[in-house]
């Protein structure tokens, strides 16, 4: 066939249109809420549906809303292909007592010929404040209990509760309740 742009071929005497298309098929994390200061891991799925092979810059945020971002990769897909990328959230000065809406973005040089399929927002993550081991907004005498009742205990103990294990350490112990000594009081703004 002969071309007649560089996008289209005429094929037969009928044009077939070529395009170029990614889409964000899958945003997951790794769990549902966190403690300020602690990280999530969120896996974002891209793929090329398009008819060329894209370079894409996927931009994953916490609070698309406001601007507010997590972190940017770049991919190159080939046609066809689908790549499933790792963004580490570092929830550092996050405003606790809030549920983050998780939205992946991804954009690519060329107008993107189906851009609906472009932005997906996929799971809500709650922020708690340090040592809120039972997630009321508040750290108080509850959670002094919930870490009390756990005290000891690690993952296979009849007891482990892995919200009292406030520095992912694997066990519940004097730094755990220390942690929520600390914040003790603190309540949602």
């Known amino acids: 066939g002969e071309t007649d742009t560089i996008d289209n071929q005429l094929i037969d005497g009928t044009v077939e249109v070529l395009w170029h298309d990614v889409a964000v098929t899958d945003v997951v994390a790794d769990r549902t809420w966190v403690y300020q200061g602690h990280t999530v891991n969120i896996n974002v799925t891209v793929l090329n549906e398009g008819d060329f092979p894209e370079t894409v810059t996927v931009i994953l945020y916490y609070n698309i809303t406001a601007n507010q971002e997590i972190d940017t990769q770049i991919v190159n897909l080939q046609l066809g292909e689908s790549q499933t990328l790792i963004f580490i959230w570092d929830t550092t000065g996050v405003e606790y007592c809030h549920n983050y809406t998780i939205t992946a973005v991804a954009s690519i040089a060329f107008p993107d010929n189906d ?66 000594a600390t914040n003790f009081g603190k309540t949602h703004p």
């Open 115 to 180: 851009p609906l399929d472009n932005t997906l927002a996929d799971g809500v993550i709650k922020v708690r404040i340090l040592g809120d081991v039972n997630g009321d907004g508040k750290v108080d005498i509850e959670d002094i209990f919930e870490c009390a009742l756990a005290f000891g205990s690690y993952p296979g103990h009849p007891n482990w509760n892995p919200d009292a294990d406030i520095n992912n350490d694997q066990k519940v112990d004097i730094e755990d309740v220390f942690t929520i």
